[in-house]
């Protein structure tokens, strides 16, 4: 893809006028440029200053058609954007910073960009030469014809030297300049008095007479016709256009001149009213959208100000940021001398706000790669001692090993759950080994098995009564017991214990206590079973973490259920819904308390 656009880009440097490729070439940049831009950087600088207006031209309304110039051609504006300053706002707007990768392409697109700006450069320094020379040409040949017009007595020799000068005037180069449309109406207005001082060709004039008068009233025709036009854009384009014509034309039949001139510049005032009531309408939508824009802007200047440490804070921020830079692109533009200004004091806002980010996670990285380094130790340490057969001596290494490993801090998420995988393995390793050993020598074990049997044959026979207090003492009992007969073979341990837990949860279930009553009580069953394990240590870390887990879902919840009751806060018959969301909210919210309660505990074995 980036290398389709560089071969575009330099075919449009072999156009003959580089300034009609200017548009496209600036697209193919932009695609280019969006191409390589980083995700966060891209989320942060992507406005575009909008291109400058172009110029209006204001006729008063209240003029008379006297006040006009002869031939009537209204001068625009002398604030108009010269075609340079449009070249020079659209090249800033490419050569913005933007956050890109430097790859193969980049250094090519740049050597690229530069030529054709130098080729912009020279062809607008061409356009201001042939600009200046043409007026120069202008003035000459409309001073040779107000010779001819006001000091030629011999007629034929002042034919001779109008048509001499009106060939070259034709001849010169059109260019958009004030100055030649003011020369030009002044050339009309010295040509309409050669006309009617020669009278000896007054037939030739009256067929350009009437040739003119039909070419006005065609004009004439086109100007009315722009009154049903709805494009601002293009009636501004089309008005000019027309007035350029009307004033190209000569002279006409001076009784038929005044009716015609009255019509066409009343018209043309019609279409210069509409064209600037758009305009100030639509400045005061442009005032409404800085306002917005201001706003966004603190925003995110209160958001940069914060000193966040959290990594969930910071992801939360960040997400904020970047939907307030989708709002901004949403509104609309803003006046043109304040646009620059906001845009750039947002954009360099929301880059510090990244620039800040990246340097807080440098700095978690930083620790986070320690972490890795003292957690691959202790790995390298269990496993290399997983297949020793000294059993109580490793035993005391591997749990010692087990409380460093807690002391210290987390690597990255990529590393964390890999170390971890290995060093929970190496231990599991050497303590499934040692059970399985002692196991294989114990000859009680087929006794336990047999005593756990006949327990889990009394439990399932027992009737819970009425005396709610007198059956969970008897079922404490069982559990006691339970505990109190030692370990069974291996092979059979999960069997036997799965057996167990069934029976116990259905005496439990039958008891008329409440859901939160019996979770506690299974809760304090776990924590027993836990407790009498030898693997107690990573059972209770596994809990731990089980618990964190069903606290951090629980907590998204809320939020998520938070965030949905802010879109009924305003809308009819919205209170049933809340009512709804907000028993949500507050039993998950007990939920939470519960499941920190029972970490409260677990920290206190």
């Known amino acids: 893809m980036k290398a389709d656009i560089l071969i575009k880009l330099e075919e449009l440097l072999g156009a003959e006028n580089i300034l009609t490729v200017q548009k496209e070439f600036n697209q193919l940049s932009n695609q280019f440029k969006s191409l390589t831009q980083k995700p966060e950087s891209a989320a942060s600088t992507d406005e575009k200053v909008p291109e400058a207006e172009e110029p209006k031209t204001d006729i008063p309304t209240d003029a008379s058609p006297d006040e006009l110039p002869t031939d009537e051609v209204v001068a625009e504006s002398t604030d108009e954007v010269t075609p340079e300053e449009k070249v020079d706002e659209k090249t800033e707007e490419a050569e ?15 050597q690229i960009s530069s030529t054709f700006k130098e080729k912009i450069k020279a062809a607008i320094e061409e356009g201001k030469k042939l600009e200046a020379e ?12 107000r010779e001819v017009v006001e000091n030629e007595e011999n007629i034929g020799k002042a034919f001779s030297g109008f048509n001499a000068i009106k060939d070259k005037w034709q001849e010169l180069p059109k260019v958009s300049n004030d100055m030649y449309r003011d020369l030009n109406a002044e050339y009309n207005k010295v ?81 210069y009213k509409r064209v600037q009531e758009f305009y100030n309408l639509r400045r005061g939508e442009q005032e409404k959208n800085l306002e917005l824009k201001k706003e966004l802007l603190n925003k995110v200047k209160y958001i940069e100000s914060l000193e966040l440490k959290a990594h969930k804070k910071w992801q939360e921020k960040t997400k904020e940021i970047i939907d307030i830079q989708k709002e901004w692109k949403m509104i609309g533009l803003v006046p043109k001398e304040e646009a620059s200004a906001i845009w750039k004091e947002f954009r360099e806002t929301c880059d510090r706000f990244f620039e800040n980010k990246r340097a ?52 990255h998420q990529r590393d964390e759950n890999k170390l971890w995988r290995k060093f929970r393995g190496a ?5 499934q080994a040692r059970k399985s050993h002692q196991q294989s020598e114990s000859a009680s074990e087929v006794e ?14 027992f009737t819970p009564g009425d005396d709610r207090k007198s059956n969970l003492d008897t079922l404490k009992d069982f559990s006691e017991k339970w505990r109190n007969i ?51 240590d990573m059972l209770i870390r596994k809990e731990h973490d089980y618990l964190r887990n069903q606290i951090s879902k629980l907590e998204a919840e809320i939020i998520q259920l938070e965030t949905n009751m802010g879109f009924f806060a305003s809308s009819a018959g919205a209170d049933k819904f809340k009512e709804e969301i907000e028993r949500k909210i507050e039993k998950a919210r007990a939920e939470i308390s519960e499941l920190r309660d029972k970490m409260s505990v677990l920290r206190k074995m």
């Open 96 to 110: 913005k910073p933007v956050e890109v990768a430097v790859d193969e392409y980049s250094e090519k697109f740049a």
């Open 134 to 145: 043409t007026i120069k040409q202008a003035k000459e040949l409309l001073a040779e014809l």
């Open 191 to 271: 040509v309409e008095k050669f006309f009617y001082n020669i009278n000896i060709y007054k037939e030739l004039k009256d067929l350009d007479l009437k040739h003119n008068l039909e070419e006005k009233k065609a004009v004439l025709e086109d100007q009315k016709k722009l009154l049903e036009l709805n494009d601002i854009r293009m009636l501004e384009v089309e008005v000019r256009m027309n007035q350029d014509r009307w004033n190209e034309i000569g002279p006409t039949y001076k009784e038929e001149w005044d009716k015609i001139k009255d019509e066409f510049w009343t018209v043309t005032r019609e279409i």
């Open 360 to 411: 807080h996670y440098e700095e978690v990285h930083k620790i986070q790669d320690a972490n890795k380094e003292a957690k691959q130790l202790l790995v390298d340490k269990a496993e290399s001692v997983k297949d020793s057969e000294d059993w109580n001596a490793t035993a005391n290494i591997l749990v010692g090993l087990q409380k460093e490993w807690k002391k210290i801090g987390p690597a």
């Open 427 to 431: 231990c599991d390793h050497f303590f």
């Open 448 to 461: 336990n098995l047999e005593l756990k049997k006949n327990l889990i044959q009394e439990l399932e026979s």
């Open 486 to 536: 030692g370990h069974v073979p291996f092979k059979d341990k999960d069997a036997i214990n799965k057996a167990y837990k069934k029976a116990l949860d259905d005496k439990y279930s039958a008891l008329k206590i409440d859901k939160k009553q019996k979770d506690q009580i299974r809760f304090e069953q776990k924590l027993e079973d836990i407790k009498g394990s030898d693997r107690s």
